[in-house]
């Protein structure tokens, strides 16, 4: 292992960890990334405020890190369609799912949520069959 690779992905950890506790204790509200963006394209709902904060501080935290730290170099392999398609899918998912990784994965699976536990088992070995059929079998 990397040293400072540890220190950042157990920093970025901790921080997500304190995001989704302060949220719920805070807010009652759990940090699931799709019910939040959900939440604000839906017309009628009065909490919009606090979602739109949030949504502000997801994109503007990689412009605060480049500021502070400069940016990693990051090599993507896959393609336009490729990241179109496996974006609609991952929303298709969310949608199947109930949720998404942050809210199952993070905030579910730390609640002691079954089918959070059952939805995060699924979306994972999904991803490891994936991957197993694109990059070894099909050779992609």
């Known amino acids: 292992m990397i040293y400072p690779t540890v220190i950042a992905s157990l920093t970025g950890g901790l921080m997500i960890g304190f995001a989704a506790a302060m949220l719920v204790l805070f807010n009652g509200r759990i940090a699931g990334i799709s019910g939040i963006l959900g939440g604000l394209l839906q017309a009628g709902t009065g909490d919009k405020a606090w979602r739109v904060l949030f949504v502000l501080g997801l994109v503007t935290a990689p412009f605060v890190y480049r500021i502070i730290f400069g940016l990693p170099a990051v090599t ?65």
């Open 76 to 140: 993507i392999d896959a393609g336009t369609i490729e990241l179109i398609i496996a974006g609609l899918l991952v929303g298709i998912g969310t949608r199947y799912a109930s949720g998404c990784t942050s809210g199952h994965g993070v905030c579910g699976i730390s609640r002691g949520s079954i089918r959070s536990i059952v939805a995060t088992l699924t979306f994972m070995a999904a991803g490891f069959v994936t991957v197993y059929l694109t990059r070894h079998l099909l050779g992609l």
